[in-house]
T-cell receptor, first 112, second 111 residues
């Protein structure tokens, strides 16, 4: 499984754009990059998934360069409610569904 | 509501006891995964079931066991409980190609 590396913590203010970068140097050809968000005492929640280039949904954007060795989760205009832990995962799309391996995640603190 | 139901939400028990945590997966999902998250720790994968069969094991202690029933709900049994077993236990489910959906967890406190 490809190992991911992301910052332990980040601080931001309300209304700012937050970019969290994740490194996954050993990503395999059939791997997808997925980001999850976790609030205290709640289960992780799927945010966005991508394979290459750029993916955007109503919550976030995901930027993946051509070599796919890193990815950047972009949260536009964060609010206090975006304070959470964000996990970057690399998920293989081979046969069967393997369990997700979570790293330490990035703890985002949004201040007023 | 994520569609994955975990019961109970909270559980307080004494050391040495045995408890059972229950998980009902999202409708149509065949895979169930159990995770443990201790205070301020990451999510540790315990075990996975797929359509009633054990698929993968992670860092699950021998005192812990699980099963998935024909109706696809799953139970995680924790025995000979120790103080260090106090944690949030999450269940997740997935279908063959879609995303993973997590339940809201069971908070276990061992006193």
């Amino acid at each position: 499984l490809a190992k991911t590396t992301q910052p332990i913590s980040m601080d931001s203010y309300e209304g700012q754009e937050v970019n969290i970068t994740c490194s996954h140097n050993n990503i395999a050809t059939n791997d997808y990059i997925t980001w999850y968000q976790q609030f205290p005492s709640q289960g992780p929640r799927f945010i966005i998934q991508g394979y290459k280039t750029k993916v955007t949904n109503e919550v976030a954007s995901l930027f993946i360069p051509a070599d796919r060795k890193s990815s950047t989760l972009s949260l536009p205009r964060v609010s206090l409610s975006d304070t959470a832990v964000y996990y970057c995962l690399v998920e293989g799309r081979d046969t069967g569904r393997r369990a997700l391996t979570f790293g330490s995640g990035t703890r985002l603190q949004v201040q007023p | 509501d994520s569609g994955v139901t975990q019961t109970p939400k909270h559980l307080i028990t004494a050391t040495g006891q045995r408890v059972t945590l229950r998980c009902s997966p999202r409708s149509g999902d065949l895979s169930v995964y159990w995770y443990q998250q201790s205070l301020d720790q990451g999510l540790q994968f315990l075990i996975q079931y797929y359509n009633g069969e054990e698929r993968a094991k992670g860092n699950i202690l021998e005192r812990f066991s699980a099963q998935q029933f024909p109706d696809l709900h799953s139970e995680l049994n924790l025995s000979s409980l120790e103080l260090g077993d106090s944690a949030l236990y999450f269940c997740a489910s997935s279908d063959t190609a879609g995303g993973y959906t997590f339940g809201s967890g069971t908070r276990l406190t061992v006193v």
